[in-house]
């Protein structure tokens, strides 16, 4: 609690304490169509810094544009046996949707505990997959996947070295498995539901639960985290997928965010050297035709370079400014395939919208190339 006096100082000296009314509201800041808002910043990185993503799908996106603009990204260093082929993103078999998913696998990197082999799932024809990476990570036998593990936990203790770590919150609906006490990453194969189904249970997190897993993270990270090591929290703006609870998807989305943002809050609010960055808050108040892409769950490639280029300005990485997107439209007027898409457009959001649509289509062009090309190599 604070004074009343405290309280109105507080507002004066806040350049963003008004929702509609005077410079930097927010209502002048949406009318821009892109929002970053300010979250807590209590450090500023070096441009040689090193960072480390973990955590859900937006974790892919972090750090596929803090290498473009130059940054030291050390969580896309893998040398790890064959991860598969299904996945776009080579990265994307490390993404961690719940913060009990980080929790363990830093316990397993840090050596805490150990990764055991019943928590290896059985497939057909002897072979087995590891939950607790992505489906799309491959199946083998379990002495090839428990040879992987290692690897695998040598990826993930690179977080401890790293200048900076960005945890990426990204939902609260789980499967447990009851013979290990695991919480699964995704929810079991329907073939395995079917066999095996009294092996497993769901589970939602509390609030209180999602902030515990959050104090054993952040203190995983001080004990076997370098010295001075800085850390970043944020949640991601990529919707539940799918909920196995009774409530519409769009109330199980909201609770899911809304309880991931309160606990990070709470977490930054109460850590030295641990900050709160809104890439939520940035997405889900930007103009809906340039935050995502037409799926209306993954984040436009716009939206994230946006973002993400904010963040290195604001944290001292770089010197270069977002680009502005008013110019960047200027500059487009003498394009054939603009003034094409302004005629047919009936207004400027159907044409902002069909803007963003081109850009996500050769953006995720790229992703697939990537993909063919990871499997060339290991064909040649």
């Given at each position: 609690?604070i004074?009343?006096k405290?309280?109105?100082?507080l507002?004066r000296?806040n350049?963003h304490d ?6 930097g509201?927010a209502?002048?800041?949406i009318?821009?169509?892109i929002?970053?808002?300010l979250?807590?910043?209590s450090?500023s990185a070096?441009?040689d810094?090193?960072?480390f993503?973990?955590g859900s799908?937006?974790a892919?996106?972090?750090?596929e ?9 050390t ?6 046996r ?14 961690k949707?719940?913060?009990?998913s980080i929790?363990q696998?830093l316990?397993?990197a840090?050596?805490?505990?150990a990764?055991?082999?019943?928590a ?10 590891d939950?607790?990476l992505s489906?799309k990570?491959?199946?083998?036998t379990?002495?090839?996947l428990?040879?992987r593990?290692?690897?695998?936990r040598?990826?993930f203790?690179?977080a401890?070295?790293?200048?900076v770590?960005?945890?990426?919150l ?12 695991l ?11 079917a066999r095996d ?7 939602r997190f509390?609030?209180?639960e999602?902030?515990a897993?959050?104090?054993e993270?952040?203190t995983?990270?001080?004990?076997h985290?370098?010295?001075g ?17 009774d409530e519409d998807?769009v109330?199980?989305n909201?609770?899911?965010?809304s309880?991931?943002?309160v ?7 109460r850590t ?5 960055f809104?890439?939520y808050?940035a ?11 037409r799926?209306?769950r993954?984040v ?22 977002p ?6 439209v ?8 603009y003034q ?12 902002l919208a ?6 996500n289509?050769?953006?995720n062009?790229v992703?697939?190339?990537q993909k063919d090309?990871?499997?060339?190599r290991?064909?040649?």
């Amino acid at each position: 609690m604070i004074s009343a006096k405290e309280a109105l100082d507080l507002s004066r000296t806040n350049a963003h304490d008004r929702w509609s009314k005077g410079d930097g509201s927010a209502a002048e800041r949406i009318e821009d169509r892109i929002i970053v808002p300010l979250g807590k910043q209590s450090f500023s990185a070096k441009p040689d810094d090193t960072f480390f993503a973990i955590g859900s799908c937006f974790a892919r996106n972090v750090e596929e544009r803090l290498q473009q603009a130059g940054a030291t990204v050390t969580s896309l260093n893998i040398k790890v046996r064959d991860l598969g082929d299904q996945s776009a993103r080579e990265g994307g078999v490390f993404n961690k949707y719940t913060p009990t998913s980080i929790l363990q696998e830093l316990k397993w990197a840090a050596g805490i505990e150990a990764y055991p082999e019943a928590a290896l799932l059985p497939l057909a024809g002897g072979f087995f997959y590891d939950p607790y990476l992505s489906g799309k990570a491959g199946r083998d036998t379990a002495e090839e996947l428990m040879a992987r593990r290692e690897e695998v936990r040598q990826y993930f203790a690179q977080a401890f070295e790293a200048d900076v770590v960005v945890l990426t919150l990204g939902l609260i609906e789980s499967w447990i498995d009851t013979v290990t006490g695991l919480h699964l990453n995704e929810a079991p194969s329907p073939k395995l539901l079917a066999r095996d189904g009294d092996r497993f249970a769901f589970h939602r997190f509390s609030l209180e639960e999602v902030e515990a897993a959050l104090e054993e993270i952040r203190t995983i990270l001080e004990t076997h985290g370098k010295p001075g090591q800085k850390r970043i929290v944020t949640v991601s703006p990529v919707p539940l997928g799918r909920t196995f609870t009774d409530e519409d998807i769009v109330i199980a989305n909201m609770t899911s965010k809304s309880t991931l943002r309160v606990a990070a809050m709470r977490l930054a609010e109460r850590t030295e050297s641990m900050d709160y960055f809104p890439s939520y808050e940035a997405v889900v108040t930007s103009d809906p035709a340039l935050s995502w892409q037409r799926d209306r769950r993954h984040v436009s490639d716009v939206v994230v370079g946006q973002i993400i280029q904010t963040f290195l300005v604001r944290y001292g990485v770089s010197d270069q400014p977002p680009v502005d997107l008013t110019e960047a439209v200027a500059a487009l007027e003498n394009d054939e395939s603009y003034q094409k898409w302004a005629a047919e457009a009936e207004d400027p959001t159907m044409l902002l919208a069909r803007m963003n649509q081109e850009v996500n289509k050769y953006k995720n062009m790229v992703i697939r190339l990537q993909k063919d090309l990871r499997q060339q190599r290991k064909s040649a």
